[in-house]
Every structure is written in structure tokens, then in C-alpha cells.
Antibody, heavy 124, light 109 residues
Framework: EVQLVESGGGLVQPGRSLRLSCAASGFTFDDYVMHWVRQAPGKGLEWVAGISWNSGNIDYSDSVKGRFTISRDNAKNSLYLQMNSLRAEDTALYFC?????????????????WGQGTLVTVSS | SSELTQGPAVSVALGQTVTITCQGGSLRRYYASWYQQKPGQAPVLVIYGKNNRPSGIPDRFSGSRSGITASLTITGAQAEDEADYYCNSRDTSGNPSWVFGGGTKLTVL
């Protein structure tokens, strides 16, 4: 059974840092691209960052570029999100998600498994 | 960045059919995926690709696309289908990124 378990959330002051982790099990972790998606309280889903299986391709949303760093340790089956210079608007439930993309004509992509999320609250 | 536009809310009588739509320029190139989210829970994939359902998703859920509009249809809605539904696709503007619609709250009456 695929499992994704996030941890590391909490209350942090504006301008400070926090590191989130996502422990993966039930599948071959280094076969998959992984992403972080967040959801502010009462709001919709927002894509944050994604990382390829070998960390060779990394992408960020404009809202976190330059402040957040996504990484992975395939030996530990773990995904990370280092969040620096946190702002009140970063307050959200952060999900890690497994990603699948089928390329070519008629290609498509999707997030097939999600963790339960870890809550980050940025407040003084 | 590109946007995906969803209506904020829709209701359906128990057992009837409802369609939730998602509009955006990226959908002309990419199929949308659809996620169901119930309060306090993580999103669950319900439709991906042209019209594919993950294992365990009832066949009353189906997807389609026409031009820049993707649609999720629930045929014979059940009480347990009451949830928020989000569409998602690759973003076609600028650097690689992904975009979600704002979500549609489905109420089953």
C-alpha cells in the first residue's frame, strides 16, 4: 500500500525557517517524480514545487521561488521542503503527492497518491 | 501563469446527474485530472487522462474535454459524493508548473 506521511509543520514566526519531510513507503520511491501542494485554511489547492526522480529537474511556483527548496533522499525514501523567509501567506496545510506523467500524443499527468498533510502556521 | 476556472458551487438531487466544469487555455493541450476532497481529508484522484478512473473509484464518475473546457460528470450522484472537486493540469505559460482550479463545492440534496 502506498503511504505518504508528512511531518515537520508547526507554528513559526514570520521570517523564520521550517523544514518539512515526507516519508514514502509501499512503492519504489526513486521511480517517481514528487511534488508539494499546499492549501491555505478554507482555500483551494496550490501547487508549490516538484522534483524529478534523480533531482535533475526541479520546479517552483512563482510564489515560493527563491525562498523554498525541494529535495529528496532516495536512500531514505524521503521528500523534503526547506522553507525560508516564511510569510503569513505561507500558512497552509502542506501535502506531498506522487506524480505520474504519460508523454506523447494524448499525454496526460496526475497526482495519484497524497499524504494527509502537515500544517504550517506563520504568525507572530 | 495560466488559470483554471471552476464555478464555486453546484447542487444535485440524490440519484441525478451533475457536471462540474473547468476552463483554461492549458486544457487545449493537456487533459485535466480531477480530485475529490472531503472536509479534513486529503484530495483523492477520481479522473485522469482522457477518461480514466483509478482503482476503487465508482464508474458513475466520468471525464471529458471540449476545447478549453474539461468536465467531470457524476451520473447518479450519491450522498457520499458531496465534497469539493478540483481540476488540475500542466501550465502552458512560462516555466514548467502545474495549476489547480479554484474548486467546486458539490452539495447532494
Amino acid at each position: 500500500e502506498v503511504q505518504l506521511v508528512e511531518s515537520g509543520g508547526g507554528l513559526v514566526q514570520p521570517g523564520r525557517s521550517l523544514r518539512l519531510s515526507c516519508a514514502a513507503s509501499g512503492f519504489t520511491f526513486d521511480d517517481y517524480v514528487m511534488h508539494w501542494v499546499r492549501q491555505a485554511p478554507g482555500k483551494g489547492l496550490e501547487w508549490v514545487a516538484g522534483i524529478s526522480w534523480n533531482s535533475g529537474n526541479i520546479d517552483y511556483s512563482d510564489s515560493v521561488k527563491g525562498r523554498f527548496t525541494i529535495s529528496r533522499d532516495n536512500a531514505k525514501n524521503s521528500l523534503y521542503l526547506q522553507m525560508n523567509s516564511l510569510r503569513a501567506e505561507d500558512t497552509a496545510l502542506y501535502f506531498c503527492a506522487r506524480y505520474i506523467e504519460v508523454t506523447g500524443t494524448g499525454g496526460y499527468s496526475y497526482f495519484d497518491h497524497w499524504g494527509q498533510g502537515t500544517l504550517v502556521t506563520v504568525s507572530s | 501563469s495560466s488559470e483554471l476556472t471552476q464555478g464555486p458551487a453546484v447542487s444535485v438531487a440524490l440519484g441525478q446527474t451533475v457536471t462540474i466544469t473547468c476552463q483554461g487555455g492549458s486544457l487545449r493541450r493537456y487533459y485535466a485530472s480531477w480530485y475529490q476532497q472531503k472536509p479534513g481529508q486529503a484530495p483523492v484522484l477520481v479522473i485522469y487522462g482522457k477518461n480514466n478512473r483509478p482503482s476503487g473509484i465508482p464508474d458513475r464518475f466520468s471525464g471529458s474535454r471540449s476545447g478549453i473546457t474539461a468536465s467531470l460528470t457524476i451520473t447518479g450522484a450519491q450522498a457520499e459524493d458531496e465534497a469539493d472537486y478540483y481540476c488540475n493540469s500542466r501550465d502552458t505559460s512560462g516555466n514548467p508548473s502545474w495549476v489547480f482550479g479554484g474548486g467546486t463545492k458539490l452539495t447532494v440534496l
